[in-house]
């Protein structure tokens, strides 16, 4: 008898403090953000040097794209968000990015990216990391 007894204690204490730690688990989960790191690259053709950081958001609706142009001074990494966009890189090829993947376009390298989607939008975030901030941004380049 005195077995049963001390097991039903046991059982007992545990039942009242085992939703007390699943409680302070389930808290400790959810304190912070999640962090996924999507790309991580050595800066090129900016003698590792940044002086400026620009941040953009670029909506392209269904079937349209950027011209053929270049960052001169100024590295790009293209994340999409939303829907697949085609980056084309001079010399390099061309590759398609789904949401949730990125690109980095190294400075001074030709390229385009375009919505190849009849019916969805593509949205990308964009960042340039310059190294030449008297240089512009952009130039559009004619092929």
């Known amino acids: 008898m005195p077995i049963i007894r001390r097991e039903f204690i046991r059982l007992s204490g545990v039942a009242l403090v085992a939703p007390s730690i699943a409680n302070i688990a ?4 959810q304190a912070g953000p999640k962090l996924t790191q999507i790309l991580r690259n050595d800066l090129e053709g900016q003698g590792q040097v940044v002086q400026e950081t620009v941040v953009s958001l670029v909506e392209f609706p269904p079937g349209s794209a950027a011209p053929w ?5 100024a590295q790009e990494l293209l994340h999409v ?8 890189m001079e010399g390099k090829g061309r590759a398609v990015l789904e949401a949730g993947q990125a690109g980095l376009i190294p400075a001074e390298l030709v390229h385009l990216a375009r919505n190849e989607s009849a019916s969805a939008t593509g949205k990308a975030l ?9 240089k512009p ?3 559009v380049v004619k092929k």
Request: net charge negative; charged share 15%.
């Open 26 to 29: 389930f808290a400790q989960t």
């Open 69 to 73: 142009h270049m960052h001169p001074g």
């Open 81 to 88: 968000i939303e829907g697949s966009l085609i980056v084309e």
């Open 126 to 134: 964009v960042v340039h990391s310059r190294a030449a901030k008297d």
């Open 137 to 139: 941004l952009i130039v």
